[in-house]
């Protein structure tokens, strides 16, 4: 069986064929950040007409290069939720316009959902297991790579730390559509939390890479930040007080590049702890997990990883981090999100709204 994905919830524009073992057959990405760039952060209704000038195209194009017809499908699933209404409709309008025509089944796939299971992606462990940093390697006694103890699949249940612009949050993932969000952000998402510092301190938006690669220069404790909740009981999140801190700090510029450089560590210094504090509390939370797992951008942050991956190790767990373009916005999680519930006899009516607002708990199984 085969299934077509498509994301269009935010500012990537996506799609991918899938075999129902797995295997990736084709796959597209667009990313709109050039389109949004010069208004430092994503414009709702640029991001819905690029989704509309250029979802169809990538659809036939991944269907050419897999050497499909849309008769080969065995079902079309599209992003119907959380994100910004424009392009998921744009998304989930087209899967079911293809769905018509063809006459297959319609999945409206939860966003989240396809992140919380793309580390049960089959073939993308070993290699996904982080516990094998180099930084992190000897410091904490870490399993290598392919040395066979976590050669299989992720096995529910396990920990999802979603880190993401536009998300924040901490899920037990206990089976396709069961979770249970154990915290989530009191007020920014984290990946915000890094564009908006990043923008204080002269970087262009998106801020993340910009920031990580700024602060291989600097002093992590030469500007000391807060680290918002560390220690606290639970696993929510904040990171207002952070930012704040950080203009606080450019505010007593001027600024030198080595300042600058000073704050950049600071930063990413106080949220790779705090991170790693909420995902300690995360795992006593659920005694049973059997990995500790990320997604999203932010997830693409070096010093972010090997402090998860410390902190993952310290309570005898791997970490999983699937690769970075599986972690960032992505239609291959769509179309094995698609799988994963079509196997389950989980599809949805043509009739599904897309749902801006669409919290996890929320999902049938
Ligand atoms: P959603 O929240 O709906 O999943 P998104 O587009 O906000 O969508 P992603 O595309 O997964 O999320 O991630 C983008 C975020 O990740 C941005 O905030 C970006 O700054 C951050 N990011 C990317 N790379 C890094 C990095 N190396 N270090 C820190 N943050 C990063
Ligand atoms: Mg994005
Ligand atoms: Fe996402």
Partial sequence: ??????????????AAVLRADGTILAEAVLSQQEEHARFGGVVPEIAARAHLEHLPRLVAQ?????????????????TSGPGLIGGLIVGATLGKGIAIAHGLPFVAVNHLEAHALTATLPGILPAAVLAVLPEARGRDALPAAGDGRHAGPVRFPYLLLLLSGGHCQCVAVEGVGRYRRL????????????????KLLGLPWPGGPALERLATQGDPAAVPLPRPLLGRPGCDFSWSGLKTAVAQAVARGPLTGQGKADIAAGFQAAVAAVLADRAAHAIAMVPGATALVVAGGVAANQAVRAALAG??????LPLVAPPIRLCTDNAV???WAGIERL?????DELGHAPRPRWPLEELAA
Avoid: N
């Avoid at 299934?3 to 269009?8: F, R």
């Avoid at 991944?62 to 599209?78: C, E, F, K, P, S």
């Avoid at 989530?184 to 915000?192: I, Q, R, S």
């Fill in 343 to 347: 196997r389950r006899g989980l599809t």
């Fill in 62 to 78: 991944v269907m050419d290069r897999a050497g499909l017809g849309y008769g080969d499908l065995a079902g079309i699933a599209a």
């Fill in 183 to 198: 915290g989530t952000t009191l007020d920014d998402a984290v990946g915000e939390a890094f564009d908006k510092s990043a």
């Fill in 311 to 316: 902190a993952a190790a310290r309570h005898g």
């Fill in 333 to 335: 999680m769509v179309a």
């Fill in 1 to 14: 069986a085969i299934v077509l994905g498509l994301e269009s919830s935010c500012d990537e524009t996506a």
